[in-house]
Nanobody, 113 residues
Framework: QVQLVESGGGLVQPGGSLRLSCTAS????????MSWVRQAPGKGLEWVSD????????YYVDSVKGRFTISRDNAKNTLYLQMNSLKPEDTAVYYC??????WGQGTQVTVSS
């Protein structure tokens, strides 16, 4: 059974940091591009970042460049999103997803003082 499980969200003050994790099972993780997508309250889905299967190529939406870092550990079947210098506008449910359309349950990130 293909499954993605996110963790690591929470409440953080502006300027703070969080690291999200996404553990995959049921497929050959290293073969696939992985993505982070977020949905802010009352808004649509926004693509955040991609990473290729080997981890050598990464891509980001302009609003998070220089603050977020996507990475993966293929030995652990785990995808990460290191988020630094967080802003209130980063508040959202964060999902990991595959090109085949598999989604995790999401993890809430709230940036507020």
């Amino acid at each position: 059974q293909v499954q993605l499980v996110e963790s690591g969200g929470g409440l953080v003050q502006p300027g703070g940091s969080l690291r999200l994790s996404c553990t995959a099972s049921g497929f050959i993780f290293s073969n696939f591009v992985m993505s982070w997508v977020r949905q802010a309250p009352g808004k649509g889905l926004e693509w955040v970042s991609d990473i290729n299967g080997g981890g050598s190529s990464t891509y980001y939406v302009d609003s998070v460049k220089g603050r977020f870092t996507i990475s993966r550990d293929n030995a652990k079947n785990t995808l990460y999103l290191q988020m630094n210098s967080l802003k209130p506008e980063d508040t959202a449910v964060y999902y990991c997803t595959t090109p085949a359309g598999v989604w995790g349950q999401g993890t809430q990130v709230t940036v507020s003082s």
